[in-house]
């Protein structure tokens, strides 16, 4: 197992006085707001507002309603995901030391272990940080989704997760979302399946 004490203790830290700043700039136009991780050890602050929802589906999606789910869920699309990478640079750091423990000769099994232990830290600082009343203080915490969003991972995990860090109230307001992005996939993947048959 990971000793991810100190990760854990420093992404604390690092996400309230960053989420502190992110949310007085930005307040009730936020409506995600967590980590984007690359599918290895590191992460980066992530967050996007409405407003910035509006513009990127206009113009890079021509208001395709089809695409809308993509705008809205797609961290590529977010415009800040290095811009508060600042306030994350011991984060990053710890993440590196974790990185580094790593046995080279692991199993598969312990490599997933790790890797869940990980993200579990990431879902334990969000928590405590909305157990402490961050994302509610000045904001409407309904409107406001709590989330770890990964590269090329699917939306029926992604999903799992975010359900772990949000109240029903939130969830009744994004269920409908990723029901879509499931079944979207889905169906992808049985036009893929059938097209080999």
């Known amino acids: 197992m990971l000793d991810t004490n100190n990760f854990e203790q420093v992404l604390y830290q690092n996400t309230k006085n960053a989420f502190k ?25 992530m967050f996007n507002t409405l407003s910035n929802l509006k513009k ?20 590529e699309n977010y415009p800040t995901l290095e811009d508060y990478s600042e306030y994350f640079d011991e984060t990053t750091a710890e993440c590196q030391k ?6 080279s000769l692991q199993s598969d099994i312990e490599a997933m272990d790790n890797w869940y232990q990980w993200l579990a830290t990431m879902e334990k600082v969000l928590k405590q940080l909305d157990s402490k009343g961050l994302f509610s203080n000045g904001l409407e915490r309904e409107k406001i989704t709590l989330a770890i969003l990964a590269y090329d991972e699917e939306e029926s995990i992604q999903f799992k997760r975010i359900k772990l860090l949000n109240p029903p109230a939130v969830l009744t307001q994004i269920q409908a979302d990723f029901e879509a992005m499931i079944a979207e996939r889905e169906n992808c993947e049985q036009e893929a399946l059938s097209a080999f048959s």
């Open 21 to 45: 700043k992110v949310i007085q700039k930005y307040g009730n136009d936020l409506y995600v707001i967590g980590f984007y991780h690359t599918g290895n050890y590191s992460l980066l602050p």
């Open 56 to 75: 990127v589906f206009e113009k890079e999606y021509n208001n395709d309603v089809s695409s809308f789910y993509m705008a809205k869920w797609n961290p």
């Open 98 to 103: 974790l990185e580094n423990n790593l046995d």
